[in-house]
């Protein structure tokens, strides 16, 4: 790239409107890597062709010393197959050339540490043993040649590492990424299927263990990749196949079946498609908890309006009771001591005693008392419970241990 005046590179970088240039471009003009530099790689590759064997066993033995690198090795007969690798790398590091397919080849090395689970750190240390090795086969050149050398070894590893970590990093957001989405979908009660042609299933969200179980779905009929229970009651088939021939989508706002025991709720949608290789997408959301929670806060509704009710009815009788009350001790009290209807009116008395306390039961379930949460003495409760036990249930206990001794 020529020299510019400073302005011009500021101008080009708000414009955007600068000379277009490549990533691969980018680099080389960054570390200033140019056609001399080339030529000095290629006058070194003499001096590093007949030792590459001894570069590639000295670069995995340091691997192997370290446990994070070498867990990605599997056997002898790997390292072998990569040392053949790395011969073709260094290679091409030095004789080029470093084109746009070049670019792509290093591209490429950064996805494949990416799926063999190698850490980011390993790539940088490792090009810092090649590029000794390289500056160190660069002595044999002289001194005046040697300099220049190794600095071009550096900058074309320099762009090497940049290329690899670049997409490195892109890759490995990306399958975390994706790990994140399945994980998130895995939990979800929802199971989303794709049809082909077939009836078979092209696709599939792999299904929770609380919707499905651990089932496996893809390339089976699609009718038996869902519960009987479920295709029966709610009528998949017919329900397809009219999709099918409509066009249009098909909603089942609500089907219940007898699953794994229990019974569960789920909605359905048939989803016809235009696709090669997918003629409709079914998807199959649980409802069980939602229904079940609507229960729950119908039961309470209907509870406040008991409550509401109790208390009504329980104020509307305890006027009439009091009165009844009233005039049965006036009645009562005037009576002879040896009246005989005064037994009578007792019991009545008594029963009207028995109505209001369940009109004060009444007020009591309508206005719950808030608990109130106390520090007490469990050896004192325990003392309490086993005195009224023994007192009213003396055989309880067979030999007659001293309540002391219950929780001495």
């Excluded at 479920?230 to 609500?254: S, V």
Aim: aromatic share 6%.
């Amino acid at each position: 790239m020529p020299d510019v005046q400073i302005g011009t590179l500021v101008q080009w970088a708000r414009t955007g409107k600068g000379p277009a240039m490549t990533p691969l471009e980018e680099m080389k003009a960054w570390v200033r890597f140019d056609q001399g530099d080339e030529a000095r790689l290629q006058q070194l590759w003499p001096l590093a062709e007949p030792r590459l064997d001894e570069l590639t066993r000295r670069f995995y033995d340091r691997a192997l010393r370290f446990p994070g690198a070498a867990r990605v090795f599997r056997d002898a007969a790997q390292i072998e197959r990569l040392r053949l690798t790395l011969r073709q790398w260094v290679t091409e590091l030095l004789l080029g050339p470093h084109d746009q397919a070049y670019f792509h080849r290093r591209e490429r090395i950064g996805k494949v540490h990416v799926e063999v689970g190698l850490e980011a750190r390993y790539m940088f240390t490792a090009m810092n043993v090649v590029r000794d090795q390289l500056c160190e086969f660069a002595h044999s050149l002289g001194e005046v040649e040697s300099g220049p050398t190794c600095q071009a070894v550096g900058k074309i590893c320099d762009i090497d590492l940049a290329i690899m970590t670049g997409t490195y990093v892109e890759r490995r957001e990306a399958r975390e990424l994706r790990s994140l989405q399945e994980l998130i979908v895995s939990q979800m009660p929802v199971t989303v299927l794709i049809v082909d042609g077939d009836g078979r299933v092209a696709a599939a969200t792999r299904p929770s263990t609380r919707l499905f179980g651990e089932v496996e779905m893809l390339g089976q009929p699609w009718a038996t990749a869902l519960p009987e229970p479920l295709m029966r009651e709610g009528d998949l088939l017919a329900r397809m196949e009219r999709a099918l021939q409509t066009g249009h989508e098909i909603a089942i706002p609500r089907v219940d079946g007898w699953i794994e025991g229990r019974e569960r709720n789920f909605r359905v949608s048939i989803v016809p498609l235009d696709h090669p290789q997918a003629r409709a997408l079914v998807h199959v959301e649980e409802l069980t908890e939602a229904i079940a929670n609507e229960a729950r806060l119908v039961r309470a509704e209907s509870l406040a309006h008991l409550g509401a009710l109790s208390a009504a009815v329980a104020h509307e009788l305890r006027n009439p009771l009091a009165g009844i009350s009233g005039a049965i001790q006036v009645i009562s009290r005037s009576m002879p001591a040896d009246d005989r209807r005064k037994p009578i009116m007792e019991k009545v008395e008594s029963q009207v005693r028995r109505l209001d306390d369940l009109v004060t039961d009444l007020l009591d379930f309508a206005r719950p008392v808030a608990p109130k949460v106390v520090r007490v003495d469990l050896a004192d409760a325990t003392r309490s419970v086993a005195e009224v036990v023994l007192r009213e249930h003396p055989v309880a206990h067979p030999h007659r241990v001293p309540v002391s001794r219950l929780w001495g």
